[in-house]
């Protein structure tokens, strides 16, 4: 896939601009970014909004928000992890951000690589997401940006909902004559039970919750603030026979306070303080593939930080933004792993023992800065240039980050651009000391490159289509498991390697169709045509989630106000995998082992992924308020979608024999779950 997607773009962009141009809109209300997506309390005129509502009704799995988005274009994923891929990026690459503070590693069951999100999605009024192109208030991130806001109702609500995984409530009121406004929830999750209900259970035991506060006050007209706490812990305890046992628990507490404010003259202001404190430990003893094994994994990170925002637009001319950020914290790592295995030297099986040991304290600061001007050029076109500018103190150097959006506004037309470079530095919390890191990477950079079109057709029907590049240089080295990322002890795994890309690309089409309005239908049709690879020892390879096709089509039918009906269908190309390869390694004694090896990096490509999901929501208006409730079926037709292969090896003679068995997804699975408002 070459630069030919962006002709295609702008040969569309060409034919939109003989339309007839409208009067300007107001230059605040201007959106120069591309590669937005909305879920906003009402529907939107654009073709990559989703009314809040809309996604209650959809089918999902765990009530879970990331993986409720995971439908928008632009993003893989899987059945088992709510982490999200954005354009072959992964989640680490994206910048999390709820009520103005930013999220770090906010998910639950850490060990299959983080199965829910800790955000309750009842307590989310609106979100964003940027998939590339983003601006320069945005920084220390590759790939993209997730905004959340909670609500903030001047009406007091209790919320209770009830499903196969866990149990929530949400409680709402006001005070000081509806001046001030409070918001808690609570979610406590009971996953073994559907894993049991699947016939998955595999003697693994699994716990969380989460808790949710805000409290906001008008101190003055136009001025706001508000205090946040979010905690969340879950743990899990794995025993299976011949495998090590595992023992985990994973705590996050955060609180911040917030402030926001109009003042005359056209500025307005926002400014977070907030502290967060994170910890991880795993306990592992007995033994693996015969041999004693023992691992003690201990991590805490304090992280402290500031940020304030400022926007002034003193007349239609220009609208000037500018802001810092700075940031203060201190890791702990406490890292004990050994173990033994049988390896082949000199023709000679022998017994190896393993040892890694870490104790670690790094602390450093952060601060950051950026500038930006959004203004007419001439007529409907609008530009805003920004430059950021970025500095870590564990990390050496800092980045100037130049960035230009830009949007041409045809009134049913709108055409956006957006050219930048884009920084990324190491996380304190993010040292792999299970695999010998001892001192932090290299920033890395990326440039993008988006063009894309968002029209209406009529009243009833949107359509928006882009082309993107994001060039990575400078990518950090980075260690990861080729045949199976979800194993309990990665870190002990024959199939994990260290990576070390020269550079890496990712490049695609993005096609979505979306009807608009209130009517008894709504649907949303997507289709993405992209890839995403890394070169890596001179030659390319493509990255874990890359996606050549994904095609997605949602639609819900409200028969009348009680009864609704949602269908969503899912199908993407079937992602690389890395083979195993075995064969007999002949010995002094003149007998063989049998010994394996990796084959090529992802030089193997699972079958295509597809499924269909359904759900029925029945509402019941009540005395007491509204009563909901739902029934979800995942993967209707059962299909076998793959995450890789276990192998089942024979010797007969001097001939190895090696047959795959598929190690799948989620298989057919149903859901009933109950909500209460009052």
Known sequence: MKLGSFTLVASLAATALTAQVVPAVKLAEVVVTPSRFGVADVATTAAAGLTAAELEVLPQVGDDLFRSIARLPGLATDDVSARFWVRGAPQSEVRLRLDGADL?????????????????????????????????????????????????????????NLSLTGVGGLRQGVFAGNRGRWLATARRGYPDIALRASGRDDDVSPRYYDLMGKVEYDAAPGHTVSFHALRSGDGLRYERTNSPTLSSAYGSNQVWGRWRGEM????????????????????????????????????ELDLASLRNDWTWQPGESAVWRAGFEAGKGTADYDYALSRQRTVVSGNTQVVATERSTARLVPEGTSAAGFAAVKFRVAGPVV??????????????????????????????????????????????????????????????????????LERTIGPRVAVRMEAYQRLTSRVRPRWENLDNAYDLFPEAQTDRVRVAPSE????????????????????????AIARTEERVAGRWVPRRRDQRHTFYADATYALNPRWQFSAAWHFHSGWPTTDVVYSLAPLANNRRVLVSANGDPYGLRLPDYHRLDLRVTRRFQTSRGELRAYLDLFNVYDRVNLLGYDHQVSVSGTTVTDRRKPREQLPFLPSVGLGWEF
């Open 264 to 299: 005359s003259g056209g500025l307005k202001g926002e400014a977070v303080l907030a502290w967060n404190r994170l910890t991880w430990s795993r306990h592992g003893s007995g033994r693996q593939d015969g041999f004693p094994f023992s691992l003690t994994d201990h991590r």
């Open 104 to 160: 770090l590693e906010p998910f639950h069951l850490k060990d299959v690589d983080g199965a829910l999100s800790i955000v309750d999605p009842a307590a989310i009024r609106w979100l964003d997401l940027a998939t590339g192109g983003f601006q320069v208030e945005h920084g220390d991130r590759l790939a993209g940006v997730l905004t959340m806001e909670t609500k903030s109702d001047r009406r007091a609500l209790t919320a209770l």
């Open 383 to 452: 530009a805003e240039p920004g430059v950021r500018w970025e500095r870590a103190g564990h990390v050496l150097g800092s980045t100037v980050s130049p960035r230009l959006n830009a949007a041409l506004n045809l009134g049913a037309t709108v055409i956006r651009a957006a050219w930048g470079d884009y920084a990324q530095r190491q996380g304190l919390h993010e040292l792999s000391v299970a695999d010998g890191e001892r001192v932090f990477g290299r920033v890395e950079r990326a440039e993008h490159r988006v063009i894309g």
């Open 504 to 527: 890496a690309r990712a490049e695609g089409v993005e096609l979505l169709l979306s009807s608009r309005g209130n009517g008894a239908l709504q649907w949303h049709v997507s289709h």
